[in-house]
């Protein structure tokens, strides 16, 4: 029996998933311990055609049904800003009820539901990150977003997460999308993960600590 399996809702997820696994260290960011998933896998990273986040909330238990008895766990990655806006409370707590009639145990499965958007979670204050959009350093790829009115002072993420997104792959000669999401994910460090505040992350964060707990001198 498999592990894991992680249910995605769109194509950007998947880019960043994948090169995320692809890492030696990816269990260290993650502050797990190991635990066995093969990054090229269309079975381990799932993502199935025409059913993006409106069709994880109806239908993500049932798109699960071939694998229930082949993985222990299923992680269920979705965002909350779509029509008809249902918030992400609701997404959360329907799709855990729909995955418990279905069959799944309480404690073997896991719904992240982004809030607002995948986007969330590329903004952490990191090298890295500023580099998988073409600069060579956050403040300052910040600071010109913020001059743009893209990023307000203060805030944590920028204000529109996709514009912010596009414009500063823009700055960078980068190009937009899959490529920006494979390339923060590939290089995102355990600081930037555990900074990050967005719930859905948390959550998922949490379930893989408590499904495959660390282990002082393993994996190290």
Same mark, same amino acid.
């Given at each position: 029996?498999?592990?894991?399996?992680?249910?995605?809702?769109?194509?950007?997820?998947?880019?960043?998933?994948?090169?995320?696994?692809? !890492?030696?260290?990816? %269990?260290?960011?993650? *502050?797990?311990? &190991?635990?066995?998933?093969?990054?090229?896998?269309?079975? +381990?990273?799932?993502?199935?055609?025409?059913?993006?986040?409106?069709?994880?909330?109806?239908?993500?238990?049932?798109?699960?049904?071939?694998?229930?008895?082949?993985?222990?766990?299923?992680?269920?990655?979705?965002?909350?800003?779509?029509?008809?806006?249902?918030?992400?409370?609701?997404?959360?707590?329907?799709?855990?009820?729909?995955?418990?009639?279905?069959?799944?145990?309480?404690?073997?499965?896991?719904?992240?539901?982004?809030?607002?958007?995948?986007?969330?979670?590329?903004?952490?204050?990191?090298?890295?990150?500023? !580099?998988?959009?073409? %600069?060579?350093?956050? *403040?300052?790829? &910040?600071?010109?977003?913020?001059?743009?009115?893209?990023? +307000?002072?203060?805030?944590?993420?920028?204000?529109?997460?996709?514009?912010?997104?596009?414009?500063?792959?823009?700055?960078?000669?980068?190009?937009?999308?899959?490529?920006?999401?494979?390339?923060?994910?590939?290089?995102?460090?355990?600081?930037?993960?555990?900074?990050?505040?967005?719930?859905?992350?948390?959550?998922?964060?949490?379930?893989?600590?408590?499904?495959?707990?660390?282990?002082?001198?393993?994996?190290?």
């Amino acid at each position: 029996m498999r592990d894991v399996i992680f249910h995605l809702a769109d194509q950007h997820m998947e880019a960043g998933f994948r090169a995320f696994f692809s !890492r030696d260290d990816w %269990h260290f960011a993650m *502050g797990c311990q &190991k635990f066995d998933i093969d990054p090229d896998s269309e079975r +381990d990273i799932y993502r199935r055609g025409g059913y993006t986040d409106g069709g994880l909330w109806k239908h993500a238990h049932t798109n699960l049904v071939p694998f229930k008895d082949q993985y222990r766990h299923a992680v269920i990655v979705l965002d909350a800003d779509f029509e008809p806006h249902p918030g992400a409370d609701i997404l959360h707590q329907e799709i855990s009820e729909n995955m418990l009639d279905a069959g799944w145990a309480e404690d073997s499965f896991c719904v992240v539901v982004i809030d607002p958007e995948l986007e969330a979670w590329l903004w952490a204050p990191n090298v890295n990150v500023a !580099r998988a959009f073409g %600069h060579d350093d956050f *403040g300052k790829m &910040k600071a010109a977003l913020s001059a743009e009115h893209l990023w +307000d002072e203060g805030a944590p993420k920028p204000n529109d997460l996709k514009r912010a997104r596009d414009r500063a792959a823009r700055l960078g000669g980068k190009k937009t999308g899959g490529p920006i999401f494979r390339g923060v994910f590939a290089g995102i460090s355990k600081r930037a993960c555990d900074l990050c505040e967005e719930t859905g992350f948390k959550r998922m964060r949490a379930a893989l600590n408590t499904w495959f707990p660390y282990e002082l001198g393993v994996n190290l």
